[in-house]
């Protein structure tokens, strides 16, 4: 690493060296559908902050990584998804299977009660995480 050079810059100097066109970062945010039915019934505004949440962590675990410091260099293009799991299980499903392939992401857990109601990933690179979402729909 060049010191005192920003990691991003070299990323998108590395990709310009390379004639490539810049990668398109998207940050992907998995929020539990089922807290705003019952027996949860969740505010939607509660829900909401889930995501919040999640998404903020996951921008400040991974800070430093180039991918990170890169998307927020431009917070004017700054692109999310957030996508829908049905329930607690599946969002931990997923968290596993993040885990075992080295997705970088953040589980969040709501407190006091401890339960499991979004994912976060750092930016990526769609084409690096497509096939680990693409079972999820657009969150409705």
């Not at 019934?41 to 991974?62: E, K, N, R």
């Not at 999310?80 to 075992?100: H, R």
Request: glycine share 2%.
């Amino acid at each position: 690493m060049h010191r005192g050079v920003n990691p991003s810059f070299l990323l998108l100097r590395k990709m310009a060296a390379s004639s490539a066109e810049p990668q398109v970062l998207v940050q992907y945010v998995v929020l539990r559908k089922d807290l705003l039915q019952t027996p949860f019934s969740w505010p939607v505004g509660a829900v909401v902050a889930q995501a919040c949440h999640a998404a903020t962590a996951a921008l400040h675990i991974y800070r430093d990584h180039p991918h990170t410091a890169a998307y927020l260099q431009h917070l004017g293009h700054m692109r999310k998804v957030v996508l829908e799991a049905p329930d607690e299980n599946t969002l931990k499903s997923l968290a596993e299977t993040l885990q075992q392939k080295n997705i970088n992401h953040t589980l969040w857990l709501e407190q006091p009660e401890n339960i499991a109601t979004c994912i976060a990933l750092r930016p990526y690179p769609k084409e690096e995480v497509n096939q680990y979402l693409k079972k999820f729909r657009l969150f409705k």
